[in-house]
T-cell receptor, first 114, second 109 residues
Framework: DAGVIQSPRHEVTEMGQEVTLRCKPI?????LFWYRQTMMRGLELLIY????????DSGMPEDRFSAKMPNASFSTLKIQPSEPRDSAVYFC????????????FGPGTRLTVT | AQRVTQPEKLLSVFKGAPVELKCNYSYSGSPELFWYVQYSRQRLQLLLR??SRESIKGFTADLNKGETSFHLKKPFAQEEDSAMYYC???????????FGKGTSLLVTP
């Protein structure tokens, strides 16, 4: 089992460009989470889905960020237009069931916006 | 709103010494508390959760509701324990992790 898969692993883009990050959760998991890690703010939740439906997107910084989960095996996080302050490591995680269940993290995507 | 505080950014101990990584939280309800760990070049992974009352790799953590703390302890640190440790909370009304900023543990020989 490859676990949670994220692509790309590294992304370097110029300010103003669109960036799409991808995540494949573990098969059978019904929760999917997107987190962002920065030096200043640490790890923070952006959005999470349950059964492909967005439940809490209060952590999404602004309208430039959007996330979708068209099916149980795929999710995207899109930034348009990107800005240098979006530079961070973006993690996807999945879990099965409620709060007592472990969240499994992907390797992360390191995004650099120049 | 809930908040998790890890007061130490970096903790350095000698091999064989006891180690305690501090975690305090602020939340008025009944949260679930976790410790996650990230070893060098590895993914963030669950170390232990308070509800399981388990000991993993010699680490234990006790939830102290009076002091709102969930400190991580190990009596004898090993070099392989060197990693980044994150304390996290899930509120009783949600499912997403609220992380502290992490403590980097360095165990030196």
């Amino acid at each position: 089992d490859a676990g949670v898969i994220q692509s790309p692993r590294h992304e370097v883009t110029e300010m103003g460009q669109e960036v799409t990050l991808r995540c494949k959760p573990i098969s059978g998991h019904d929760y999917l989470f997107w987190y962002r890690q920065t030096m200043m703010r640490g790890l923070e939740l952006l959005i999470y889905f349950n059964n492909n439906v967005p439940i809490d997107d209060s952590g999404m910084p602004e309208d430039r960020f959007s996330a979708k989960m068209p099916n149980a095996s795929f999710s995207t996080l899109k930034i348009q237009p990107s800005e240098p302050r979006d530079s961070a490591v973006y993690f996807c995680a999945s879990s099965f069931g409620t709060a007592n269940y472990e969240q499994y993290f992907g390797p992360g995507t390191r995004l650099t916006v120049t | 709103a809930q908040r998790v505080t890890q007061p130490e950014k970096l903790l350095s101990v000698f091999k064989g010494a006891p180690v305690e990584l501090k975690c305090n939280y602020s939340y008025s309800g009944s949260p679930e508390l976790f410790w996650y760990v990230q070893y060098s070049r590895q993914r963030l992974q669950l170390l232990l959760r308070h509800i399981s009352r388990e000991s993993i790799k010699g680490f234990t953590a006790d939830l102290n509701k009076g002091e709102t703390s969930f400190h991580l302890k190990k009596p004898f640190a090993q070099e392989e324990d060197s990693a980044m440790y994150y304390c996290a909370l899930i509120p009783d009304s949600g499912y997403a992790l609220n992380f502290g900023k992490g403590t980097s543990l360095l165990v030196t020989p």
